[in-house]
């Protein structure tokens, strides 16, 4: 039986590489739907390609005009996010890639992890918002939960099966598990006099040594907010304890994390920096499919190196840190105002180094709450958007 998918966000650079993938392996893996916010030439060439059955625009408008340029294909359009929740949740689905960027792929996600989908997570922001309501109604519903973002993706691989499923319910400690150590490749800015910081400009900071990512990510990896955000996606991924993350620095993005156990081995993965990687590997789990990317070749690899994240370049890690533990309203809150300075940057309103200064004071102004509902949560996600959208017109 095939595998019937939907994609989240197909027309950006993680949509892409997922249909890359499921082309090589057309006898295993059905297009029941794909989705995107309002791009609509990308969304005509992914239709008329893959054949979907469904295609849906985010965006009511581009959904009219999607419609009437695929009139001649055997294709359903829809508009509208209540469409992106029903195709996510429909019952002929078998798994659904979440690749939407942003909190816009929280309820679309959760729709998914409600019907007991297979759930393949590179939206690492609908996690952080929602953490432990997230992880809860995973096991409630019987979702299986797959990581996609290439550091967890690494984790999971080199994780004993015990501590895979149910994921975000082993005792790490008791499964022998001293560390995750979590790599980045410290971004585009990694060497750059910190005094230079405040003048680059968006395509500077999207100009990423090793990946190829959308721009949202590609921001968050310069200021290192994308590896603040998957420090606390793994802690509700792999139910981590503070002192069982370490992030360290690894500029040559080759391994893409490893976890540390007590009797002294370290397991890692490593590879070519590209999601069709991990993209393959949820997508056949358990079973290996091709994916398109070629294995190393140690010969012509060259050193690899580690240094700790410097404090005074990457403020954004240690809030994201910081939040981490302090509790949901934090982890919300950053994520929120995050996305409002990481737009405003690349408009060109306010300086690189503004993005960690508004986040830092949008978590200033608020205070803890507790988060029990996502109802709770998409109110403080909007309260931390509209505090942060206030500190963008300071700073511009
Ligand atoms: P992208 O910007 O290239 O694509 C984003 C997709 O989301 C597009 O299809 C877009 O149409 C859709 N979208 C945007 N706003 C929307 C809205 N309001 N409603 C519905 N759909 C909307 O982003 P990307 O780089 O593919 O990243 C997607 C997610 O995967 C992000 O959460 C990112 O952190 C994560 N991720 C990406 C990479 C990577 O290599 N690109 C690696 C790890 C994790
Ligand atoms: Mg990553």
Same mark, same amino acid.
């Given at each position: 039986?095939?595998?019937?998918?939907?994609?989240?966000?197909?027309?950006? @650079?993680?949509?892409?590489? %997922?249909?890359?993938? =499921? $082309?090589?392996?057309?006898?295993?893996?059905?297009?029941?739907?794909? %989705?995107?916010?309002?791009?609509?030439?990308? =969304?005509?060439?992914?239709?008329?390609?893959?054949?979907?059955?469904?295609?849906?625009?985010?965006?009511?408008?581009? $959904?009219?005009?999607?419609?009437?340029?695929?009139?001649?294909?055997?294709?359903?359009?829809?508009?509208?996010?209540?469409?992106?929740?029903?195709?996510?949740?429909?019952?002929?689905?078998?798994?659904?890639?979440?690749?939407?960027?942003?909190?816009?792929?929280?309820?679309?996600?959760?729709?998914?992890?409600?019907?007991?989908?297979?759930?393949?997570?590179?939206?690492?922001?609908?996690?952080?918002?929602?953490?432990?309501?997230?992880?809860?109604?995973?096991?409630?519903?019987?979702?299986?939960?797959?990581?996609?973002? @290439?550091?967890?993706?690494?984790?999971?691989?080199?994780? &004993?099966?015990?501590?895979?499923?149910?994921?975000?319910?082993?005792?790490?400690?008791?499964?022998?598990?001293?560390?995750?150590?979590?790599?980045? @490749?410290?971004? &585009?800015?990694?060497?750059?006099?910190?005094?230079?910081?405040?003048?680059?400009?968006?395509?500077?900071?999207?100009?990423?040594?090793?990946? *190829?990512?959308?721009?949202?990510?590609?921001?968050?990896?310069?200021? =290192?907010?994308?590896?603040?955000?998957?420090?606390?996606?793994?802690?509700?991924?792999?139910?981590?304890?503070?002192?069982?993350?370490?992030? #360290?620095?690894?500029?040559?993005?080759?391994?893409?994390?490893?976890? *540390?156990?007590?009797?002294? *081995?370290?397991?890692?993965?490593?590879?070519?920096?590209?999601?069709?990687?991990?993209?393959?590997?949820?997508?056949?789990?358990?079973?290996?499919?091709?994916?398109?990317?070629?294995?190393?070749?140690?010969?012509?690899?060259?050193? #690899? %190196?580690?240094?700790?994240?410097?404090?005074?370049?990457?403020?954004?890690?240690? #809030?994201?840190?910081?939040?981490?533990?302090?509790?949901?309203?934090?982890?919300?809150?950053?994520?929120?105002?995050?996305?409002?300075?990481?737009?405003?940057?690349?408009?060109?309103?306010?300086?690189? %180094?503004?993005?960690?200064?508004?986040?830092?004071?949008?978590?200033?102004?608020? *205070?803890?709450?507790?988060?029990?509902?996502?109802?709770?949560?998409?109110?403080?996600?909007?309260?931390?958007?509209?505090?942060?959208?206030?500190?963008?017109?300071?700073?511009?």
């Amino acid at each position: 039986m095939k595998q019937r998918v939907t994609i989240l966000g197909a027309t950006g @650079s993680i949509g892409q590489n %997922t249909l890359a993938v =499921m $082309a090589n392996h057309p006898d295993q893996f059905e297009l029941f739907a794909v %989705t995107a916010n309002g791009n609509v030439a990308d =969304m005509i060439t992914i239709c008329r390609r893959f054949k979907p059955r469904y295609a849906v625009m985010a965006d009511k408008q581009a $959904a009219q005009r999607l419609q009437q340029e695929l009139a001649d294909l055997n294709c359903e359009v829809l508009g509208g996010e209540e469409a992106v929740i029903a195709v996510a949740a429909d019952a002929q689905v078998d798994t659904v890639m979440a690749a939407i960027v942003g909190a816009a792929g929280l309820l679309p996600t959760m729709a998914a992890v409600k019907a007991g989908k297979r759930v393949l997570l590179a939206n690492k922001e609908a996690l952080v918002m929602s953490g432990q309501l997230f992880m809860d109604a995973v096991a409630k519903h019987g979702a299986e939960l797959l990581p996609i973002d @290439s550091e967890h993706n690494a984790i999971y691989q080199c994780l &004993p099966l015990d501590v895979q499923q149910p994921l975000g319910h082993a005792d790490l400690a008791a499964a022998g598990i001293h560390q995750i150590l979590l790599t980045g @490749s410290g971004g &585009p800015f990694r060497e750059l006099p910190i005094a230079q910081l405040a003048q680059q400009t968006p395509a500077a900071a999207c100009n990423h040594p090793n990946w *190829s990512m959308g721009q949202k990510i590609s921001v968050d990896s310069a200021t =290192m907010l994308n590896k603040g955000l998957e420090y606390i996606e793994a802690r509700w991924l792999f139910n981590c304890k503070k002192d069982q993350i370490q992030v #360290l620095v690894h500029p040559q993005s080759v391994i893409h994390s490893m976890v *540390s156990y007590i009797d002294g *081995s370290v397991i890692a993965q490593l590879g070519q920096p590209d999601m069709r990687t991990p993209i393959a590997y949820g997508l056949g789990y358990p079973k290996r499919i091709e994916s398109g990317v070629q294995a190393l070749d140690f010969l012509q690899l060259g050193e #690899l %190196t580690f240094m700790p994240a410097e404090a005074a370049r990457y403020p954004c890690l240690q #809030l994201a840190i910081d939040a981490c533990w302090e509790g949901q309203w934090a982890t919300t809150s950053l994520n929120a105002a995050n996305e409002i300075a990481v737009a405003a940057f690349l408009q060109e309103r306010i300086p690189f %180094t503004a993005i960690a200064e508004i986040c830092d004071r949008v978590l200033q102004q608020l *205070s803890a709450v507790e988060i029990t509902t996502v109802e709770a949560l998409i109110e403080l996600d909007t309260k931390a958007r509209a505090i942060a959208r206030q500190q963008v017109e300071q700073v511009s």
